[in-house]
C-alpha cells in the first residue's frame, strides 16, 4: 500500500521514521512519499523525501504572519503533490497548523486522513476538536488520559502506548561511556552534575536559562551542564552564559541526563524525557508577562509537565512564573538531589509513569495497528 506521511518538526521526523519501520513490519510492499527529515529519508528513501522540514518549519506568530505567502505556497505543494501520488492514506503527524488545512483537503478527496500523535487540544484550541471528528478517520494518541477525553466527545482515539518510550531506549542503548563523553565534551570528571533543559526555542531560553546560571551558583560541588539544541546558533548561550560556570554540550541531551544527578527543566516533552531516563527533575518556566496572561486564559490545564498530566497529580515540582524563585529552586532541587528527602518517591513515581505509557515498541505497534486499519477502510 501507499502512504503519504507529513511531520514538520525535528521530533516528528523522529517518530515518523520509528512508524514507517513498524509500517513495514507489517506491510513489507509499504511505499512511502513524505514531507519529514533525515531520519524518515533514512527508512523511505531521500527520493521519497518531498519536503524536508528544515525548509517548512515556522514557529511563533510574527514568523508565521512574515510567511505566510510561503507557507500558503507549500500547502499548494503539497495538495498537488498527493494528487500525484494518489496514496491509499494520508497520515499526519502533530504539526497541527498545516496539518489540519492538509486533513481537510484529503478528506475532501477522498483519502484516508490517519492523524498520528493528536495535537493538545486538551491544553488550548479545543475547537480543534471539531475538525478531528470531521477530516480525520483515525486518530491515533500517544498519552493514556487521551483516551477518555476524546471518548467524552465521541472520538474512538487509539492508544498503543508513547514511541518517545523506543526513542529513549534506542539512545540509552548507543550511550558513550561517561569517561568518553566527558571527554569528547571538555567536561570535568571531578564533580557530579546536574543537566539544564532551558527549551527548544531562542524565546524560551533567553527567558529561562539565565536564572538557572544562578541556580548553578547556589551549588558550588555540582556542574550544572546545559543540553543545548542544535538549531539554535551556539552564540545565544555563550551570551547568556558569560561569566558563569555552567557548561554547554551540544546535540547530547541523553548522556547529559544519564550521567547526571537531577535535572532542571524547562517544560514540554522534555519533562518526560528525563522523567523516562529516570533523572529526578524540577520545572522552571517563565516568559513575558503578557504571554504568560494570555496563557492563563487560553491554556485549560492543571500542570504544564508531561509527567504530572499523565499522572494526574504534582510528582514533579512546577515553579511557573511568580513561583519561580531562586529559593524556591534550591530548595526543590536539594530535595531530589542524592539524599534529598523527595528523590525516592520521585523515582518510584517514574517507575509508575513508565508502566502508564506503555513499554518499549510502540512504534510496531502503531504500524501494525495502521496497516489493519487501512485494510479495513479498503475492503469496504
Not at 514507517?20 to 514531507?35: C, E, H, T, V, Y
Not at 492523524?115 to 493538545?120: A, E, R, T
Not at 555563550?238 to 541526563?257: K, N, Q, S
Amino acid at each position: 500500500m501507499k502512504y503519504y506521511l507529513i511531520a514538520g518538526e525535528a521530533s516528528g521526523d523522529l517518530h515518523g521514521a520509528n512508524l514507517m519501520r513498524g509500517i513495514l513490519k507489517s506491510d513489507p510492499q509499504a511505499r512511502f512519499r513524505f514531507w519529514g527529515g533525515d531520519n524518515m529519508a533514512e527508512v523511505g528513501g531521500v527520493t521519497n523525501l518531498a519536503r524536508h522540514y528544515k525548509t517548512a518549519s515556522f514557529f511563533g506568530i510574527m514568523e508565521v504572519v512574515r510567511h505566510l505567502p510561503e507557507i500558503f505556497r507549500q500547502m499548494g505543494e503539497c495538495r498537488r503533490d498527493i494528487d500525484r501520488y494518489r496514496p491509499d492514506v494520508v497520515i499526519l503527524i502533530d504539526y497541527p497548523g498545516f496539518n489540519f488545512r492538509i486533513a481537510k483537503f484529503a478528506h475532501r478527496q477522498g483519502y484516508p486522513v490517519f492523524y498520528y500523535i493528536s495535537p493538545k487540544v486538551w491544553a488550548w484550541k479545543e475547537s480543534r476538536v471539531e475538525k478531528i471528528r470531521r477530516y480525520v478517520d483515525r486518530l491515533f494518541i500517544i498519552f493514556p488520559f487521551e483516551v477518555d477525553y476524546f471518548a467524552a466527545r465521541g472520538i474512538d482515539a487509539i492508544f498503543e502506548g508513547n514511541p518517545l518510550v523506543d526513542v529513549v531506549r534506542q539512545r540509552q542503548a548507543t550511550l558513550p561511556a561517561r569517561e568518553e563523553f566527558l571527554a569528547a565534551c571538555g567536561l570535568p570528571a571531578d564533580r557530579p552534575f546536574v543537566a539544564l533543559l532551558a527549551g527548544s526555542r531562542k524565546s524560551e531560553i533567553e527567558y529561562n536559562l539565565p536564572f538557572m546560571a544562578k541556580l548553578a551558583g547556589r551549588f558550588p560541588g555540582y556542574k550544572f551542564v546545559v543540553g543545548a539544541v542544535p538549531w539554535l546558533e551556539h552564540g545565544i548561550y555563550e551570551r547568556l552564559l558569560d561569566g558563569t560556570d555552567v557548561g554547554v554540550v551540544c546535540d547530547a541531551t541523553y548522556p547529559l541526563l544519564a550521567y547526571s544527578d537531577a535535572a532542571v527543566v524547562c517544560s514540554g516533552t522534555a519533562t518526560l524525557e528525563t522523567a523516562l531516563m529516570n533523572v529526578p527533575e524540577v520545572v522552571c518556566y517563565r516568559k513575558d508577562k503578557f504571554s504568560m496572561y494570555i496563557g492563563r486564559l487560553l491554556v485549560k490545564i492543571k500542570f504544564i509537565s508531561l509527567v504530572n498530566l499523565i499522572l494526574d497529580r504534582e510528582v514533579v515540582r512546577e515553579l511557573i512564573q511568580w513561583d519561580m524563585t531562586l529559593d524556591n529552586a534550591e530548595k526543590e532541587l536539594r530535595a531530589v538531589l542524592p539524599g534529598g528527602e523527595k528523590r525516592e518517591k520521585m523515582l518510584t513515581d517514574f517507575a509508575e509513569l513508565s508502566r502508564l505509557v506503555g513499554g518499549p515498541g510502540a512504534s510496531d505497534r502503531f504500524g501494525a495497528r495502521m496497516v489493519r486499519e487501512l485494510k479495513q477502510i479498503i475492503e469496504k
